[in-house]
């Protein structure tokens, strides 16, 4: 059975939770719910996607471009396309934002990826997901909702991707990736 992303899923280890609102060509509209001291667990570039996040409960912290910026509810910020990027809770109280990614492309099977992954808990002491089984993913979906590390330039994560495809080939992750889409 396929992950259903309207249920929402939690990593535990960065104490984030997505659940998805809506999914359409124009936006993938998510929640997320981050626990007193949670975290994005690395700074991160979209490359074909706005991301907007509407602070519905609690203060953000997010770095674009090395500036900080910090929101509280009621308060919106868009971190463009090819920026670098992360967020926080910055208080000791539940942060809850609205999360839109514009165009929204195929966000909602690379989030079906991300959230097997999390749910799976196949992921390092920090919360970051199985980077090599996720550039699979990736790969095999010919995947256009991409966010890579920032230190990463694109052409050697894309080189990554292909590398990964090959080695989750052989070691069948085709299962785990038809297990979180259906």
């Known amino acids: 059975m396929s992950v259903d992303l309207y249920q929402p899923f939690t990593n535990r280890i960065t104490g984030e939770t997505f659940r998805c609102l809506s999914s359409a060509p124009e936006a993938y509209v998510t929640e997320w719910v981050v626990e007193p001291g949670g975290y994005v667990p690395f700074e991160h570039v979209h490359l074909a996607q706005d991301e907007v996040f ?3 409960e609690g203060e953000l912290r997010a770095v674009i471009q090395g500036r900080e910026h910090i929101l509280g509810a009621g308060q919106t910020i868009t971190m463009p396309r090819g920026t670098r990027q992360i967020a926080y809770n910055n208080k000791p109280e539940v942060l809850r934002c609205v999360l839109e990614y514009r165009p929204g492309l195929d966000s909602y099977a690379v989030f079906q990826c991300f959230g097997g992954l999390t749910l ?5 002491r920090r919360g970051l997901i199985n980077f090599a089984k996720m550039m699979y993913f990736m790969e095999k979906m010919g995947a256009k909702a991409i966010a890579r590390p920032a230190f990463v330039p694109t052409v050697v994560f894309r080189l990554f991707m292909k590398l990964f495809y090959l080695v989750g080939a052989a070691l069948g992750w085709e299962r785990m990736y038809r297990r979180y889409t259906g």
């Open 120 to 124: 799976d808990r196949d992921m390092d």
């Open 54 to 56: 509407h602070v519905k």
